[in-house]
């Protein structure tokens, strides 16, 4: 299936109704998962949902199960921190909340808090042995820092997944036929 082939619309309106109905969620399980993982009273990200898919989601040729990512954009120039969410993962209701959870590690990054850490946690270094394949343990030391990892090992552990599980999250575009 090609990308241009998928009615975005369709796909939401099969799983939620509604855009509204989805925004709804999104309106009330960030503010909820936020309190939760960056503390009560922490400044609250904007969750979006982007059209069409982010690049790189799917690409031509590939299989449709893969991995997917909500992004995560920092407030700047006027414009609130958002946790942008492709269409293509947003009918997933079960893991819907574990993609938010992960924005939301990288927007407690964002606001400096939690206690620095300089050593990546032990459950770390055993997933630095299993990472998906093309990711170096280099690179994923360049995109997570100690500190989001001894996070995202705790939200983890509350989701009941594995931290890789957490970190990259496998769907299937089966979920919509």
Same mark, same amino acid.
């Given at each position: 299936?090609?990308?241009?082939?998928?009615? !975005?619309?369709? *796909?939401?309106?099969?799983?939620?109704?509604?855009?509204?109905?989805?925004?709804?969620?999104?309106?009330?399980?960030?503010?909820? %998962?936020?309190?939760?993982?960056?503390?009560?009273?922490?400044?609250?990200? +904007?969750? +979006?949902?982007?059209? =069409?898919?982010?690049?790189?989601?799917?690409?031509?040729?590939? =299989?449709?199960?893969?991995?997917?990512?909500?992004?995560?954009? #920092?407030?700047?120039?006027?414009?609130?921190?958002?946790?942008?969410? =492709?269409? %293509?993962?947003?009918?997933? #209701?079960? +893991? %819907?909340?574990? !993609?938010?959870?992960?924005? %939301?590690?990288?927007?407690?990054?964002?606001?400096?808090?939690?206690?620095?850490? !300089?050593?990546?946690?032990?459950?770390?270094?055993?997933?630095?042995?299993?990472?998906?394949?093309?990711?170096?343990?280099?690179?994923?030391?360049?995109?997570?820092? =100690?500190? !989001?990892?001894?996070?995202?090992?705790?939200?983890?552990?509350?989701?009941?997944?594995? *931290?890789?599980?957490?970190?990259?999250?496998?769907?299937?575009?089966?979920?919509?036929?």
């Amino acid at each position: 299936m090609r990308l241009e082939d998928l009615d !975005f619309d369709a *796909l939401i309106n099969q799983f939620w109704g509604s855009e509204a109905n989805l925004e709804a969620f999104l309106n009330s399980e960030t503010p909820r %998962l936020c309190s939760r993982i960056c503390g009560p009273g922490a400044l609250v990200p +904007k969750a +979006k949902l982007t059209y =069409p898919p982010l690049k790189g989601e799917v690409k031509e040729g590939e =299989p449709l199960e893969t991995a997917f990512a909500t992004r995560y954009r #920092r407030a700047a120039e006027g414009n609130p921190a958002t946790i942008q969410i =492709p269409a %293509l993962i947003a009918g997933n #209701r079960a +893991k %819907l909340p574990e !993609f938010i959870a992960l924005g %939301l590690i990288h927007h407690r990054e964002a606001l400096g808090l939690g206690d620095p850490l !300089f050593d990546y946690p032990e459950p770390a270094q055993s997933l630095l042995q299993d990472l998906p394949p093309g990711l170096s343990g280099e690179v994923f030391k360049e995109l997570y820092s =100690p500190r !989001f990892v001894a996070k995202a090992i705790e939200v983890a552990r509350d989701f009941e997944i594995s *931290l890789l599980e957490f970190l990259f999250p496998r769907i299937s575009l089966s979920i919509y036929r």
